[in-house]
Structures are given as C-alpha cells and as structure tokens.
C-alpha cells in the first residue's frame, strides 16, 4: 500500500502578507497588498516530496486561484489539490476533512499542517495519520524549518 502525504500552504509552505515587505523570498503577488513569500528551504523540501514514492495532496483553507497558482510556481506535483471549498465551515472558520477513502487506500497518512487543531474526521484512522507540526513561518529568512522537516521524514519514515 501507499502512502499518502497531505501539504499544507499558508504558514507551513508560504506566507502571505500585506506588509510593504518581509526577509523571506518573494513568491510572487497575488493582488495589490498580497504578497507571497515562500519558505526558506521550501524548493528542497518540495523536490523532496515530488520525488518520492506517495500520493501528493495539497489540502489549504485558502481559495481555488491563489493555491493553483502557489502549486504551479512551487511546481508541487500533487494528485489533487483541495482548497476552501472543500472545507467544512463552522463559526466563521475553515475545517479540513479527512476523507474516509483516504484511511483506506493508504497504508501512512502523513499530514504536514502547523494547524494540526483545524482538522476533523481524523479519530478512526489514527493509527495510520502521522501529523509533523512545523514551526508557523512568518516571513522570516533565518527559517530552516523544512531541512528539519526533509531529514525527519528521512530518517524515521
């Protein structure tokens, strides 16, 4: 069986940002305020990921557009990529859902999201859900979150 490794966007791969400018690398501009920055290390870590032998899911809060496009210009090679629309709202926030199929296609869910706390449905397949939890990124340069993130994933899975 696979594995299946579920990415998320904002403050684990990206940040976005209304200020004038941060220390981390540019990404590109998403409207007049919106800046993308991208991650310290994120291209490593991404070449990481598209080369090894899972399913790929980037899972976001964010809308449709603004993801396909990170995913294009971070050149994600992803199986789907689920965005706001497939979350489930509740009190004005977003919920990512755990998809039943997904506990039984895949052997290892590894679910790579600094907000473990916004997903629901994931009690029955526990034992098959690994949640690495990075540290938030919030534009800084110095980050070096993702290498630590590439060489767990190498030694312990």
């Not at 899911?57 to 990529?81: P, R, S």
């Amino acid at each position: 069986m696979k594995s299946l490794y579920i990415l998320d966007l904002d403050h684990t791969l990206i940040y976005g940002s209304y200020a004038i400018s941060e220390e981390a690398n540019l990404l590109f501009k998403y409207s007049k305020y919106l800046k993308v920055y991208e991650r310290p290390n994120v291209r490593e870590f991404i070449d990481y990921i598209n080369n090894i032998n899972a399913d790929v899911i980037v899972y976001t809060t964010a809308k449709e557009v603004y993801a396909l496009q990170i995913c294009l210009l971070l050149k994600i090679k992803t199986t789907n990529i689920l965005t706001r629309k497939n979350c489930i709202s509740k009190n004005d926030k977003y919920y990512k859902n755990l998809l039943p199929e997904w506990g039984m296609i895949y052997e290892t869910i590894f679910i790579i999201d600094d907000s473990p706390n916004i997903w629901m449905n994931t009690e029955n397949f526990k034992s098959k859900i690994k949640f690495i939890v990075p540290k938030e990124f919030r534009g800084e340069s110095k980050d070096r979150e993702l290498l630590k993130l590439v060489l767990e994933l190498k030694t312990c899975y």
